[in-house]
């Protein structure tokens, strides 16, 4: 699996996997329970991970939606 995004913010995490979804590509959110750890003040960022094979469409479906990738 490769990280497609990383954000602290949980509705372009929700909003990029409804996309993903759209397009027929799966995904897993990695760092999802890492609020345990941090008070739920939410400062660890959650990474969106695809498979090797559709990190290419991922990325073309999250530019498309101006979803900024951080790279």
């Not at 602290?8 to 979804?21: G, H, K, R």
């Not at 008070?39 to 991970?49: D, E, N, Q, V």
């Amino acid at each position: 699996m490769k990280e497609l995004l990383r954000t602290n913010d949980p509705t372009v995490i929700a909003f990029a996997s409804a996309l993903l979804s759209g397009e027929g590509i799966d995904c897993f959110q990695f760092d999802v329970n890492m609020s345990v750890l941090e008070g739920s003040i939410g400062i660890l960022p959650r990474r969106l991970m695809v498979h090797d094979d559709d990190l290419a469409r991922a990325e073309r479906a999250m530019r498309d939606n101006d979803i900024d990738l951080g790279r």
